[in-house]
């Protein structure tokens, strides 16, 4: 069974510049979720999708993130425009269903390393 | 506030020797406690969890790990580390309310010496 799939792995661009994340979540899982995880920290959850409805964006920096699920399946996260503090690894994960997280195994993708210049 | 501390920026052990990873706790109530293991360029990947009932949880991969109320603890242990769980290890606690969200610990960095 394939893991969740994210690409690209690594973008490097200049400020103000727009950038696009995407992620494919495990077949079947109807959960979806968007970490950020700065350098030397844990990963911090941006946004949680149940099929295509954002049920948690309360940490998502809306001036210039947003993200979108329209058919319940792979989801984008883009930022528009980046800034230098925006360098990060953006990480994707999916479960079977919300219910408590920890009911049900999160599972993770191998992260975008952004780098803007 | 709700939050999990991993005192321990970088430990290095010899392979063969037994690891201890350090986690402390702050919640109200009983907290749903996890340990991830972050590989090089990999994803995040579950060892073990704690919900309630026996406080020694075995995991994958040969760890285990030890819930303490009364140190407020979630120690991650494995009795003799091999140069492959090298790598970055996060603590994690799940909130009981609607979002019952995962919250993350700074990660402990392994680095395993022959």
């Known amino acids: 069974e394939a893991g969740v799939v994210q690409s690209p792995r690594y973008k490097i661009i200049e400020k103000k510049q727009p950038v696009a994340f995407w992620c494919n979540p495990i077949?079947?899982?109807?959960?979806l979720y968007w970490y950020l995880q700065n350098l030397g920290q844990g990963p911090e959850l941006l946004i949680r999708?149940?099929?295509?409805?954002?049920?948690?964006d309360s940490q998502l920096p809306k001036d210039r993130f947003s993200a979108e699920r329209l058919k319940g399946v792979d989801s984008t996260l883009k930022i528009q425009p980046a800034e230098l503090g925006d360098s990060a690894v953006y990480l994707c994960a999916s479960s079977l269903e919300r219910g408590l997280a920890g009911l049900v195994e999160q599972f993770f993708g191998p992260g975008t390393r952004l780098t803007v210049l | 506030a709700q939050s999990v501390t991993q005192p321990d920026i970088h430990i290095t052990v010899s392979e063969g020797a037994s690891l201890e990873l350090r986690c402390n706790y702050s919640y109200g109530a009983t907290p749903y406690l996890f340990w991830y293991v972050q590989s090089p360029g990999q994803g995040l990947q579950l060892l073990l969890k704690y919900f309630s009932g026996d406080t020694l949880v075995q995991g994958i991969k040969g760890f285990e790990a030890e819930f303490k109320r009364s140190q407020s603890s979630f120690n991650l242990r494995k009795p003799s580390v091999h140069w492959s769980d090298a790598a970055e290890y996060f603590c994690a606690f799940c909130d009981q309310t609607g979002a019952n969200n995962l919250f993350f610990g700074t990660g402990t960095r392994l680095t395993v010496i022959p």
């Open positions: 077949s079947g899982h109807n959960t």
């Open positions: 999708y149940e099929n295509e409805e954002a049920v948690d």
